[in-house]
């Protein structure tokens, strides 16, 4: 992470290393309970915020900070926050590149984006992936490949899941990908954690073990 004089706090803990975090929520409304707290001491300390949402959900996510008390214009004109949708980012062109997404996400969150002496607090919805026609599959290696791409020490970066949106076998896959998951609002180290070599090899054997399947059938 930037270097920073207090603890950073995320649901319920202390964090004082680098957080790449799947966040798995039943509601939008539990999201906020547990993720505004984090949001709001980042804006106290004059931190920046970096959210992606979904197209249809800008508006009402600057007006539930607004409830909270900022003033999303001036921290819009100041840098302090900013707040881009799934077509601006992941779906950019109408499709998912993982590559162009790594790079892009990389210089979204750069610490030179925060303002000096700050770091950057990026939240991720992930909901694109029911968007795009491989996206359930995409989404899974994307966020191993993205363990491998963020630089040893880096600013918090927590993407969300709804967990009545997504397969529970996608669930268990996105969990293992990141090494801390947040859970029943309570962050915490990952058990099920693979690292990102051992599970982009998984996930290479799945596709090969689909595709000796379909030869077989076609064969047949």
């Not at 920073?4 to 680098?18: C, D, E, I, Q, W």
């Amino acid at each position: 992470m930037s270097t920073v004089s207090k603890p950073v706090n995320l649901a319920g803990s202390a964090l004082t290393r680098s957080c790449h975090a799947c966040a798995f929520f039943h509601t939008k409304e539990e999201e906020y309970q547990v993720l505004l707290p984090f949001i709001m001491e980042g804006f106290e300390r004059g931190d920046r915020a970096f959210h992606i949402v979904g197209p249809g959900h800008r508006a009402e996510h600057l007006a539930r900070l607004a409830r909270e008390g900022v003033d999303t214009g001036a921290a819009e004109a100041q840098g302090t926050l900013e707040v881009l949708n799934w077509r601006e980012t992941y779906l950019k062109d109408g499709r998912f590149d993982q590559d162009l997404m790594i790079e892009t996400l990389l210089k979204m969150i750069d610490p030179d984006n925060a303002p000096p002496g700050k770091m950057s607090r990026n939240i991720a919805n992930m909901e694109w992936a029911l968007e795009d026609r491989s996206g359930m599959h995409d989404v899974v290696e994307y966020e191993a490949r993205l363990n491998q791409a963020l630089p040893a020490q880096h600013d918090p970066v927590v993407c969300t899941y709804d967990l009545s949106q997504f397969d529970a076998s996608v669930v268990i896959d996105i969990m293992r990908t990141h090494p801390m998951v947040i859970i029943g609002g309570i962050l915490q180290e990952n058990p099920f954690f693979v690292p990102s070599g051992q599970m982009l090899e998984e996930l290479q054997a799945r596709r090969d073990a689909g595709m000796g399947r379909a030869g077989a059938g076609a064969a047949a």
